[in-house]
């Protein structure tokens, strides 16, 4: 979009609005669950918690079931080692949230990813 529409619209259009306020509402969101995220002990939990903001609807509204993600760019992203990785993707493969695929994860369960009373193994 050009930067001129896009002021247009920014002045003129209450649902244009209302929609850039979400977005940043969720990405702001996003930003303190990360924080939050990075403080946790528990590899398996920052793993879980981690995949599951890759599954918001509003800000990834096509992804679906399956998140076509190396081990390698998921440690990356939780700030833990490839094998740490590994380690915690089996657990939660053997709790039934997630299934690991070539090339990628099937997410089974988001809710349990997310969810304040998931225990790890």
Known sequence: MH????HW?????????RFVMNQL????????AAREIDRLNNPDIRVARSLAALFNPVLY?????????TQQ?????????????????TNLAAQGSIRVEYGGLRILDPQA???QVFQAK
């Open 61 to 69: 509204p096509g992804v679906g079931e399956v998140l076509r993600i």
């Open 113 to 115: 990813l997310r969810s």
């Open 9 to 17: 619209l920014l002045d003129h259009s209450i649902g244009f609005n």
């Open 25 to 32: 509402n969720e990405r702001l969101g996003q930003f303190i």
């Open 3 to 6: 930067v001129d529409t896009f």
């Open 73 to 89: 760019e998921l440690a990356y992203l939780v700030g833990l080692s490839r094998q740490r990785v590994n380690e915690a993707l």
